[in-house]
C-alpha cells in the first residue's frame, strides 16, 4: 500500500467516529439547546425591546415582539418623571458599602481562618455555614425590632449591616477555600522579610486571590443589588428606597398603568449586574463549585 | 527548665482572633441573634400597633393550628415547593448534562443558560406580570391567539396563577441547579468513563451506572437546597400575586410577611417564622448529614 | 555574621514533644547540614531558629542576642523554602527587594542592592520576569538572591534543591557551596540527603526522632559513626551491618556472625561480646584469604562494580574499583579491611 492510501485509511478511520448516531445526537443537542436559550432569552429580549417602543406601540393590539421605531423616550421619561434614578443611587450607595465591608471583614476573617489553627475552628466553620441557611423571611420581625431599636429605620447604614452580615458567611467559606490553595511558606516568606500577618494578608495573600475576590464579590453584589424583602421592610420611605423597593411600590400589584415605564426601569435596574456579570464571569463557576463543595 | 510562654509569643499564637471577631461578632449579632429573638417574639403577643406586649406562652401556637387558612396555605406551600423542586431539579439535570457535552460553543451556552441567575426577583416579578398580562396585551396571550388558541386570564385565575408563579421561581431557579451539578459532573474522573466505554457501555448505561450514582451527594444537596430556599422564598410571590386571587398563592413563607407587615402581628408572624425556622432546620441537619457522608466517601 | 547557639531545645506539639532537648552551636562563618529521616524535627528546629515557630523550652541565641521572643524579622536572618515561595505577583527584582523595601530603604539603593546580588547570582536578565516564567533553576537562585539581598546573619535552608532535578541539583550544590566560600555566612542547611549534606557541609549535624545523634565533619562521620544510626544513615551504599558475637581462635580475636562466618577484627574485645560488625561496602575486597560468599546480584557501574554477596545467611554488599566479572552464583572470596571495622555494642547501639 503506497503512503498516500495508508493515510486515507486512517483518516478514515478517524473521520468514521462520526457515525449518524452522533451527528443525530448533536444536531438533537443544539435542538434541545435552542430550546432553552429561546425560553432564557425571549421575556428578557421581549422587555429589552419593548423598553424602545413608543407608549402607543407598547398599549396598541397586537402586540409587537420587534418595535416599529425604536425610541429613547421611555428611558427619558423614567429618569425625568420618576424617582428611579434615586432609587438607583440609594442602590448603588448600599451596595457599595456592603461590597467593601463584606469583602474586608470576610476575606480578613477568612485569612485568619486559612492560616491559624485554634480550637472549636471547624465548628465555628461549620456553624456560619448553618447560620448562613436562616432566610430572610424568619428574621424579618426581628430585624424590624433591632433596627427601631438602634434608630435605622428608614436608614442605608441598617440596610448596610444587615447585609454585610448575611453575606460574610459565603465570602469566608470561599476565600477560605482559595487562600488554603496558596502554600504556607509565602506567608512564612514574608514574615521573614519583615511583613506583619496583616501585611502578609494585604501585599501577598490578597493579591494573588483575585480570583475568588472577584467571584465573593460578584455574589455579594448580586444579592445586595437585588435584595427586596429587607429593604421593604425597614428602609420603605421614598427617601431612602432602593432600587426593588421603588419600583414595587410604584408598579405595585396588577398596575397596568405605566408599562411604559416598566419596560425601561427593568433594563436600567438589571443593567449594572449583567455589566458585573459578563467582568465575574470566568472566575465565577469555579469560585462558586469551591465555595459549594464543602 | 519550664515551659515558658511569652507575652509575645502568646500574642502571635491568637492573632487570629483580631482577624476573624469582627465577622463572628456582625454574623452571630445579625443572624444568630434575631433568629431566637424571633423564637422568643414567638411566646408573646407583640403587635406593631401597641407599644406593650406580654408572655403569652404558646397561645400564638394554638392560633396556628387552629387557624381558618391554614389548610390553604398548607396546600398552597407543598403544591409549590413541590412543583418547583422538580422541575428545577430535573431540568438543571438535564440541562447540566447538556452543558457538559464536548459541544462547540459550550460557554456561550453555559452564559445563556445562566443569565436568569442574575435576574433580581422584583424584575422577573414585573417581567412574568407583563408575559402573562391577563389581557389581550399580554405577549403569552397574543402567541396563544396566534396559534389559535383561546386566551387566558393567568394571574387572576387561581391556577393559572399558581402555574405562573412556579413557573417564574423555577426560570430564575434552574440556573443554580445547573451550576452545582455541571460542577458535580465535573468531578466525575474522566477515567471512569473510559473505564466504561472500554466495558462497552452504551450512552444510556453510562448515564445511569456512573454519572447519576457519582452525582447522587449533589443531586442530594440541591434538592435540599432548593427545598429550603423555595420554603423560604417570599420575593416572587409577593411582588408577582402577592397571594392573589384571594389566597389561591399564599405560601407560608407569604403569610409570615402579610401577617407580621399587613396586620402588624409580629407575635403571629414570629411564630410562622419559628415554624419555617424549625423546617429549615430538620433541611439543615439532612444537608450536614449529606456532607459528612460526602466527606467520608472521597477519604 | 555570627554563631548560633541553641540550648535544651524542646517542642511540643500539643502533647505530642518532637523535640527533645537540642544542644548545638553553629560557628560563625559556618556551612552547617541538618540531616535525618524524615520527620525528624529538622524543619522544626530550623524553623524555630527562625522564629516561624514557637520554642516550648529552651533558648536560641544568635550572636549574642537571646531571639526567643524576637520576630523573624528583628532575628537579621534569611531564609530559602523547598518550594521558593516566590511571591508570584511580584518580578524577580521585586521579590529580591522586598525586604528592603518593608524596612524602608530608599529606592535608589535597593535597586543598587538587587543589581548587586543579581550579578553574583547571573541574574542580571531575568530582573523583570514573573516567577512562572523561570525554570525551576533560576527560581532556586531568586530564591537565594531574595535572601542574600538582606545581608543577614545567617542563612537559613529547608531542603532548597530537593524540588530539582537531578542534574541540576548536583550543579547547584557546587554553586551553593561556592557562594558561601564568598560570602562566608553562618549557613544552616536542613536536607534529608546525606549526599548533600557530606558535600556541602563544614559540620554535620545528624538528627533522628528529635534528638541530635552525632555532630562532626564529614569525614569525622564517616570515618567514626557513634553509633548505628549514624553509621547506617551516613554513606551509600550504606554500611553493612552484621550480628554475631566476638570469639577469640588462636590468640586472636574474630568476629563470628550468626551463620558461623568468622570475620576478623582488630580492637580488643572480650571474647563472648554481643556486638554488630560495621563494613562499609566500599572496603570489602576481593582475596584469597576472605571468606566465601556466594555472588547474587553484580551491578556494574562503569566506574565501580557493586556485587550483593549472601554470606551465611546474611546479605553483604561490595563497592570494589575492579571489574567483577562473576556470574550470580559464583562463589567468590571476600575480606573486609581490618582497618576499616566498626563494632557496635548490639544492645545499646553505641560505637565500641
Ligand atoms: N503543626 C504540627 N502539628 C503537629 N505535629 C507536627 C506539626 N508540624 C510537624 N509536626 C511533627 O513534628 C515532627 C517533625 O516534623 P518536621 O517537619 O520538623 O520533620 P522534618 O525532619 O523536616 O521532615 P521532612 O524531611 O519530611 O521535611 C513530625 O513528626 C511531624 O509530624
Ligand atoms: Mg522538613
Redesign the pocket.
Known amino acids: 500500500m503506497t503512503d498516500l492510501a495508508q493515510s486515507a485509511v486512517t483518516r478514515n478511520r478517524r473521520n468514521s467516529r462520526w457515525t449518524t448516531g452522533r451527528i443525530v445526537e448533536t444536531a438533537l443537542s443544539y435542538l434541545a439547546f435552542a430550546v432553552v436559550a429561546t425560553i432564557v432569552l425571549f421575556p428578557l429580549t421581549w422587555v429589552l425591546l419593548g423598553s424602545f417602543k413608543n407608549p402607543s406601540e407598547i398599549f396598541a393590539y397586537p402586540p409587537t415582539i420587534w418595535p416599529r421605531d425604536f425610541t429613547w423616550t421611555n428611558y427619558a421619561d423614567v429618569i425625568r418623571r420618576t424617582d428611579l434614578p434615586k432609587y438607583l443611587l440609594n442602590t448603588t450607595i448600599v451596595t457599595a458599602f456592603t461590597l467593601v465591608f463584606t469583602l474586608a471583614i470576610g476575606t480578613v476573617a477568612a485569612y485568619g481562618f486559612s492560616r491559624w489553627?485554634f480550637p472549636f475552628k471547624q465548628t465555628i466553620l461549620v456553624t456560619l455555614l448553618v447560620l448562613q441557611l436562616i432566610p430572610s423571611a424568619v428574621n424579618i420581625v426581628p430585624y424590624y425590632v433591632m433596627m427601631s431599636w438602634l434608630g435605622l429605620l428608614n436608614t442605608h447604614v441598617g440596610l448596610i449591616l444587615i447585609y454585610t452580615a448575611t453575606h460574610i458567611p459565603f465570602t469566608i467559606w470561599i476565600m477560605k477555600g482559595f487562600f488554603d490553595t496558596l502554600p504556607e511558606s509565602l506567608d512564612e516568606a514574608a514574615i521573614i522579610d519583615g511583613c506583619s500577618r496583616f501585611r502578609v494578608f494585604w501585599n501577598i495573600i490578597l493579591p494573588l486571590s483575585l480570583p475568588g475576590l472577584s467571584a465573593a464579590g460578584f455574589l455579594t453584589f448580586l444579592a445586595a443589588w437585588s435584595e427586596f424583602l429587607v429593604p421593604l421592610v425597614i428602609a420603605n420611605s421614598r427617601e431612602v428606597a432602593v432600587m426593588s423597593v421603588g419600583l414595587y411600590n410604584f408598579f405595585g400589584i396588577d398596575s397596568n398603568t405605566a408599562y411604559h415605564y416598566a419596560f425601561a426601569a427593568s433594563v436600567m435596574s438589571t443593567a449594572p449586574i449583567v455589566i458585573a456579570y459578563l467582568f465575574a464571569q470566568e472566575y465565577l463557576v469555579s469560585g462558586l463549585t469551591s465555595g459549594s463543595e464543602k | 527548665m519550664s515551659r515558658q510562654r511569652s507575652a509575645k509569643a502568646l500574642m502571635a499564637r491568637h492573632q487570629y482572633i483580631f482577624f476573624i471577631a469582627p465577622a463572628i461578632f456582625l454574623v452571630l449579632g445579625f443572624t444568630a441573634y434575631p433568629a431566637l429573638y424571633g423564637v422568643t417574639i414567638s411566646f408573646t403577643n407583640m403587635h406593631f400597633a401597641y407599644p406593650d406586649f406580654r408572655f403569652v406562652g404558646l397561645e400564638n401556637y394554638w392560633r396556628f393550628i387552629s387557624w381558618s387558612d391554614l389548610p390553604k396555605v398548607g396546600f398552597n406551600t407543598v403544591f409549590f415547593v413541590a412543583c418547583v423542586v422538580a422541575l428545577q431539579l430535573s431540568l438543571g439535570l438535564l440541562i447540566a448534562l447538556l452543558l457538559n457535552k464536548a459541544l462547540f460553543g459550550r460557554r456561550l451556552m453555559r452564559s445563556v443558560a445562566i443569565l436568569p441567575w442574575i435576574i433580581p426577583a422584583i424584575i422577573i416579578a414585573l417581567m412574568f406580570q407583563q408575559l402573562f398580562n391577563g389581557s389581550r396585551l399580554g405577549i403569552m396571550n397574543a402567541l396563544l391567539a396566534n396559534f389559535g388558541f383561546d386566551t387566558r386570564s393567568w394571574l387572576s385565575n387561581p391556577n393559572e396563577a399558581m402555574a405562573v408563579m412556579i413557573l417564574a421561581v423555577v426560570w430564575r431557579g434552574v440556573p443554580l441547579s445547573i451550576i452545582l451539578q455541571l460542577g458535580g459532573l465535573q468531578t466525575i474522573a474522566r477515567e471512569l468513563y473510559e473505564a466504561a466505554a472500554i466495558d462497552g457501555a452504551t450512552r444510556w448505561q453510562t448515564l445511569r451506572f456512573i454519572t447519576l450514582p457519582n452525582l447522587k451527594p449533589i443531586l442530594l444537596i440541591n434538592l435540599i437546597m432548593i427545598t429550603s430556599g423555595t420554603l423560604n422564598h417570599i420575593d416572587i410571590p409577593l411582588a408577582l400575586t402577592g397571594g392573589g386571587p384571594g389566597n389561591s398563592t399564599e405560601v407560608l413563607a407569604l403569610s409570615l410577611f402579610k401577617q407580621g407587615f399587613q396586620s402588624l402581628d409580629a407575635a403571629y408572624a414570629s411564630t410562622i417564622a419559628t415554624i419555617i425556622l424549625i423546617l429549615n432546620l430538620l433541611l439543615t441537619i439532612a444537608y450536614l448529614r449529606v456532607l459528612r457522608r460526602k466527606d467520608e466517601k472521597d477519604d | 555574621m555570627a554563631e548560633v547557639r541553641l540550648s535544651q531545645i524542646e517542642?511540643f506539639?500539643?502533647a505530642?514533644k518532637?523535640?527533645h532537648g537540642i544542644d548545638a552551636v553553629f560557628e560563625d562563618g559556618e556551612f552547617v547540614a541538618l540531616v535525618?529521616?524524615?520527620?525528624?524535627?529538622?524543619?522544626?528546629?530550623?524553623?524555630m531558629i527562625a522564629g516561624l515557630e514557637e520554642i516550648t523550652v529552651g533558648d536560641i541565641y544568635i550572636g549574642e542576642k537571646l531571639v526567643n521572643d524576637l520576630a523573624p524579622k528583628a532575628r537579621d536572618i534569611a531564609m530559602v523554602f523547598?518550594n521558593y515561595a516566590l511571591y508570584p505577583h511580584m518580578t524577580v527584582a521585586d521579590n529580591m527587594g522586598f525586604s528592603l523595601k518593608l524596612s524602608g530603604e530608599p529606592k535608589q539603593n535597593r535597586d543598587r542592592r538587587v543589581n548587586e546580588v543579581a550579578e553574583i547570582l547571573g541574574l542580571q536578565d531575568l530582573l523583570g520576569r514573573y516567577p512562572r516564567q523561570l525554570s525551576g533553576g533560576q527560581r532556586q537562585r531568586v530564591a537565594m538572591g531574595r535572601a542574600i539581598v538582606r545581608d543577614p546573619q545567617v542563612f537559613l535552608f529547608?531542603?532548597p534543591l530537593s524540588n530539582l532535578d537531578a542534574k541540576l541539583r548536583i550543579s547547584m550544590r557546587g554553586e551553593i557551596k561556592q557562594l558561601h566560600q564568598r560570602l562566608k555566612t553562618t549557613t544552616i542547611f536542613?536536607t534529608?540527603d546525606q549526599i548533600e549534606a557530606m558535600t556541602m557541609a563544614d559540620r554535620i549535624v545528624v538528627?533522628n526522632d528529635?534528638r541530635v545523634e552525632q555532630v562532626g565533619t564529614p569525614i569525622e562521620l564517616f570515618d567514626r559513626p557513634k553509633n548505628l544510626f549514624v553509621a547506617e544513615f551516613i554513606g551509600s551504599p550504606s554500611m553493612n551491618l552484621l550480628s554475631g558475637k566476638i570469639e577469640k581462635s588462636a590468640s586472636k580475636n574474630v568476629f563470628r556472625t550468626a551463620g558461623g562466618e568468622s570475620l576478623p577484627v582488630m580492637q580488643s574485645l572480650s571474647a563472648g561480646d554481643e556486638v554488630v560488625y560495621g563494613v562499609r561496602p566500599e572496603h570489602l575486597t576481593l582475596s584469597r584469604t576472605g571468606v566465601e560468599a556466594e555472588v547474587i546480584i553484580v551491578e556494574p557501574t562503569g566506574s565501580e562494580t557493586q556485587v550483593v554477596f549472601a554470606l551465611g545467611t546474611e546479605k553483604i554488599v561490595g563497592l570494589f574499583r575492579e571489574r567483577v566479572t562473576a556470574q550470580p552464583g559464583d562463589l567468590l572470596k571476600i575480606l573486609p579491611d581490618p582497618d576499616q571495622i566498626h563494632l557496635f555494642d548490639r544492645a545499646t547501639g553505641d560505637r565500641l
Request: charged share 25%.
Open positions: 489553627r | 517542642k506539639y500539643g505530642v518532637v523535640i535525618g529521616p524524615s520527620g525528624c524535627g529538622k524543619s522544626t528546629l530550623l524553623r523547598q529547608d531542603e536542613v534529608h538528627m528529635g
